[in-house]
């Protein structure tokens, strides 16, 4: 049997080393630019909670560029991401990432006011999706913010060029998406906000 989170890391390192952490990340969900500046619902409620008196955890960090945003501005923060490449780099930088998998998060209950997962739940193994769903609430104080692709990654051919599979593994269209967040509302949340642009599906889940 696949040693999956193996398997995930290695991929994961495979294509950090291979854009670096410096990259200027194209993922809709993650632009940094588009979160600080868009007047749409969905970045407009992010907006509002950017402030010192809300806790921070990003699941899957990218190069890092929205942790660097938060540790600059003083935001009590977390980033975790799967793979230890991409955690070494930016904890060497001084920021605070830690390695872990989503659906397995080392943190205590209520840890953090908001969590976000962006251009996020596309990239999570199936099975691992409901698991990370509970995971991500269990951690949340307050929201859980998410940004899911519905549509190829641009990186998905450097990926299977080194073995790997793609990295956008969990594909959904809109109305498998409400499905999923539907059918697990029983596990404590409000659906706050939703809204679907041509390849990108967004929701706040408000913590009950």
């Not at 007047?39 to 402030?51: A, M, N, R």
């Not at 975790?80 to 872990?100: C, F, P, Q, R």
């Not at 409901?130 to 990654?153: C, I, P, Q, W, Y």
């Not at 599979?165 to 059918?183: G, P, R, T, V």
Request: hydrophobic content about 35%; glycine content about 6%; overall charge negative.
């Amino acid at each position: 049997m696949k040693d999956l989170i193996k398997h995930e890391r290695e991929k994961y390192n495979v294509i950090h080393k291979f854009t670096g952490i410096s990259e200027n990340q194209v993922g809709y969900g993650r632009q940094l630019g588009i979160l600080l500046n868009n007047s749409d619902p969905f970045h407009t409620k992010w907006q509002e909670l950017l402030t010192e008196k809300n806790s921070f955890l990003e699941v899957g960090l990218g190069a890092g560029e929205i942790i660097k945003h938060l540790d600059s501005i003083g935001i009590d923060y977390c980033g975790v991401d799967i793979s230890d490449y991409v955690v070494t780099e930016l904890t060497n930088l001084g920021l605070n990432a830690k390695e872990m998998s989503s659906h397995q998060l080392t943190l205590e209950d209520d840890s953090y006011d908001v969590v976000q997962h962006l251009d996020g739940l596309e990239h999570i193994p199936v099975e691992w999706e409901l698991e990370t769903l509970k995971e991500e609430l269990r951690v949340a104080r307050k929201f859980v913010f998410h940004s899911n692709a519905m549509g190829d990654a641009y990186l998905d051919v450097i990926s299977k060029q080194h073995g790997f599979d793609a990295l956008h593994i969990n594909i959904k269209d809109e109305q498998q998406w409400d499905d999923f967040y539907q059918s697990n509302i029983d596990l404590g949340y409000n659906i706050l906000l939703k809204d679907v642009t041509t390849d990108t599906y967004r929701i706040i889940l408000e913590k009950l």
